[in-house]
């Protein structure tokens, strides 16, 4: 069991439990102002954690979650992660000028099938110093699906010096995303101060649990609705 969720036979998950685990997820390219405007209604709605958006559209999820408990969160270097470090800091401090609580950042997998291990510190440090020195949540993205074994071994050394306060595992746009045996590989490899969120695929209440059980602490996902429901 799961010593966060305090999931057993007896006493199993409300579906509000589960509610503030999920961030509400919406990161299609042709996502529209309305879209946007229902994601953020729904947040509030169902007492999901936050809502992730594009970076174009972090102000207005700002103004419409003033005050309001769901967080606002964004992505960056998305979904390749490919873009030059210095790109991605100025992302962040955008994301963060216009109102972004957390921000969700892909590292650069080229770099990784380079195995350019002193390349990939240097981009997730920056990434996270650029957040932490504004006082704002980052979380790593590692695309798992793409990676062997042995790479995600080494990006969870990288990632102990560094801190971030998750390690994510998919975009949801490149390869498999979440299983339980990946989440199950980084919490054996990661200090228990990083949490770890799961994402790429989750569409159950079923999965998500599974995900929860498994180890990780957030749950990242379009089908929040679903999975509550």
């Not at 994301?95 to 990784?112: F, H, Q, R, S, T």
């Amino acid at each position: 069991m799961h010593p966060e969720l305090g999931v057993d036979s007896i006493n199993p998950f409300k579906p509000m439990d589960l509610s503030s685990y999920i961030d509400h997820t919406l990161l299609k390219a042709n996502s529209t102002l309305e879209d946007i405007q229902k994601c953020c209604a729904e947040a509030v709605q169902y007492g999901f954690a936050a809502v992730c958006v594009p970076p174009y559209y972090v102000m207005e999820a700002n103004k419409l979650l003033h005050k309001k408990p769901p967080k606002v969160a964004t992505v960056i270097g998305f979904p390749m992660g490919y873009s030059a470090t210095p790109a991605k800091v100025e992302e962040i401090k955008k994301a963060i000028d216009e109102g972004a609580d957390e921000l969700d950042a892909v590292i650069n997998l080229c770099a990784v099938q380079s195995a350019n291990w002193n390349y990939l510190a240097n981009d997730i440090n920056s990434m996270i110093t650029a957040a932490h020195l504004k006082g704002k949540v980052i979380k790593i993205i590692l695309e798992t699906g793409l990676l062997s074994e042995s790479d995600l071994l080494q990006l969870c050394e990288i990632v102990q010096q560094s801190k971030p306060d998750f390690v994510k595992t998919s975009t949801g746009f490149n390869g498999e995303g979440a299983t339980e045996e990946i989440i199950r590989l980084l919490r054996a490899n990661l200090d228990p101060s990083i949490k770890i969120k799961a994402s790429g695929g989750i569409r159950t209440k079923e999965a998500a649990y599974k995900m929860l059980e498994a180890g990780a602490n957030r749950i990242g996902t379009s089908s929040g609705i679903t999975i509550v429901s």
